[in-house]
């Protein structure tokens, strides 16, 4: 017998299991035109004879580049924040006075420019708004040329890499380094270009609606999303970074007593690199050097090591224990942070000005070499809260064989390797099973793992695997612009997030129509007994939408829900 779960029969968990396949045979269209008794019986479970949405309306044209908890007029007139970096962290719409109608497309919009192309050029129609066009720093990167922005930065990127590297060699790009951060990244250069070097680089800046930096690197393809520097934590666990970048960024690391320095220390990996390229590197302007000392001092006191010091760039290493913060001068700031601070809780937690500690056990410190991280069950994963314990080891490892499996029926079955996705968003990602599964089977793209807040924090294992994510309210707008996903994958979602009461499915579904592209997909697995309401709301969507068995079969309380979010 062919063993389908991943317990045996004394109960312990085992590898041996398979997961069945998908029916070549069956074309996309078939899979569209029959859904047979399932759908039937999805209807009857999930309340769908008698669940009925009415189609929703578009939206106001100018809405068509619409981020909700960034373009909250009346909270930042109420709070006065106009002359504040508070206007740029998230201020969400209150409950039941959120998006209710879909997000137009701008005028003239076309089917995205496919990656590696779209990394050089993507359709003006697309990111209509820009002030970077024209712009005296940025005419060397940018510029349009009949119908298109054609993106010029790439020699420079590439130059700036290799001055990188000579400096300091330990720092290996694609091995050693994995995942980096690019802050207030331009239109994301920098992370283009070091996907070649096999490092996934997340670029990071506020939403300003003169430049949209965050909306020309996802329509090239590159990671990012909306996320400054400013007053509470970014929403990424401690040690996520290996790599922090800021070439020309702005951010004032040392205001309020070094605050945002700490915050790059807290997400910045044990023994990782800072990376620092602005004029008080090199320049000698009193009030440069002024503040050259300032950086100096600081990083001094949290124990950064300054490695090297060249032209215009400066780079400090974060040491790889705590012996350094014990053994201060008494009386040293900033302090360390307190024992019951946990630094992953990152939802709406205001920062703090101390050092967070690292693991007494080293835990985060010592992960392998990439592409081997990948698959190694990291120390981390003693420390997610959950209540296995003995048999954590095969549970990370089982959901990564459940996952490649599906995905290689999926490739196979669906034809995945047509699609040309690129910016791929995991909303429910356990431990990143999803997006390794992508890897393995060598689909061209990035896949962002939200953990909600609804469940366990897995962040920490899915960066130490050399992945990356964001931690999020599924009942709150996700900070991105419209129409930058290609395929939104959501496994169990409905059914935890109804149970939480929190908001309606509607809630959550209206907002991934607004972040879904126009020929986007969706796959939605989930029980039946949510999955009438889901499919009833994709109809009024306007999404084209197909009920189709899991691989546990016909008689399984999963069912998977398939939609198409048509031109």
């Known amino acids: 017998m062919i063993r389908m779960g991943i317990v045996d029969e004394t109960g312990v968990m085992s590898l041996d299991f398979e997961v069945g396949a998908i029916d070549e045979s069956v074309t996309e269209e078939e899979l569209r035109s029959t859904s047979g008794g399932r759908e039937e019986e999805a209807e009857k479970g999930g309340g769908g004879g008698s669940f009925k949405v009415e189609k929703y309306e578009v939206c106001e044209q100018s809405m068509s580049e619409y981020v909700p908890c960034m373009d909250n007029v009346d909270v930042n007139r109420r709070l006065k924040l106009s002359d504040s970096v508070e206007k740029y962290e998230r201020h969400c719409p209150e409950e039941r006075k959120g998006l209710g109608c879909l997000v137009p497309r701008p005028k003239g919009y076309q089917v995205k ?156 990996r044990a023994g990782g690199y800072f990376v620092w390229a602005e004029e008080p590197v090199y320049k000698h302007e009193e009030n440069l050097q002024k503040q050259w000392k300032e950086m100096e001092d600081l990083t001094t006191r949290i124990c950064w090591e300054l490695v090297k010091k060249k032209g215009y760039i400066a780079i400090w290493k974060k040491p790889l224990n705590n012996s350094c913060y014990i053994n201060r001068e008494s009386g040293v700031q900033p302090p360390l942070c307190d024992s019951n601070d946990d630094p992953d809780n990152v939802w709406y937690v205001g920062l703090k000005v101390c050092i967070t500690p690292l693991s ?35 549970i990370f490892m089982a959901e990564s064989k459940y996952w490649n499996e599906i995905i290689f029926s999926y490739v196979r079955g669906f034809r995945w390797k047509d699609f040309k996705l690129r910016n791929v968003m995991d909303m429910r990602a356990g431990y990143g099973g999803f997006a390794a599964a992508l890897h393995d089977h060598q689909i061209d793209c990035w896949v962002m793992n939200v953990v909600p807040v609804s469940g366990p924090n897995t962040l920490p294992v899915i960066y130490d695997r050399g992945l990356i994510g964001v931690r999020h309210d599924w009942c709150e707008p996700f900070d991105t612009y419209p129409r930058t996903y290609d395929l939104l994958h959501a496994n169990g979602l409905f059914t935890v997030e109804k149970k939480r009461r929190k908001c309606d499915i509607s809630t959550i579904m209206l907002e991934m129509d607004r972040i879904l592209r126009p020929n986007g997909r969706v796959y939605i697995r989930d029980k039946v007994s949510v999955i009438g309401e889901v499919k009833e709301i994709a109809s009024a969507l306007g999404w084209a939408s197909a009920l189709r068995d899991t691989e546990e079969g016909p008689y399984s309380s999963l069912i998977m829900l398939i939609c198409d979010k048509r031109m």
């Not at 010592?366 to 095969?394: F, G």
């Open 113 to 268: 420019i496919p990656w590696p192309r779209s990394r050089d050029e993507v359709w003006l129609s697309n990111v209509p708004r820009t002030g970077l066009v024209g712009n005296k720093g940025s005419y060397k990167w940018i510029s349009i040329r009949n119908d298109k922005y054609i993106f010029l930065g790439g020699g420079r990127a590439d130059k700036h890499l290799n001055r990188i590297l000579k400096m300091v060699p330990e720092i290996a790009f694609g091995q050693k380094t994995r995942v980096a951060l690019d802050v207030e990244s331009g239109v994301a250069d920098f992370g283009a270009f070091l996907m070649q070097h096999n490092v996934t680089a997340l670029s990071i800046a506020g939403k300003d609606i003169h430049e949209n930096q965050i909306h020309f690197a996802l329509e090239r393809g590159v990671p990012a999303m909306v996320a400054t520097f400013a007053t509470r934590r970014l929403l990424y666990p401690s040690q996520a970074f290996d790599f922090i970048h800021c070439l020309g960024c702005g951010v004032n690391w040392t205001l309020d007593d070094g605050k945002l320095l700490l915050e790059a220390n807290r997400i910045l």
């Open 360 to 394: 007494e056990n080293g835990y985060g410190a010592h992960v392998t070499t990439w592409p081997a991280r990948l698959h190694y069950p990291p120390d981390r994963l003693q420390s997610i809260e959950m209540d296995a314990y003995v048999s954590r080891k095969e």
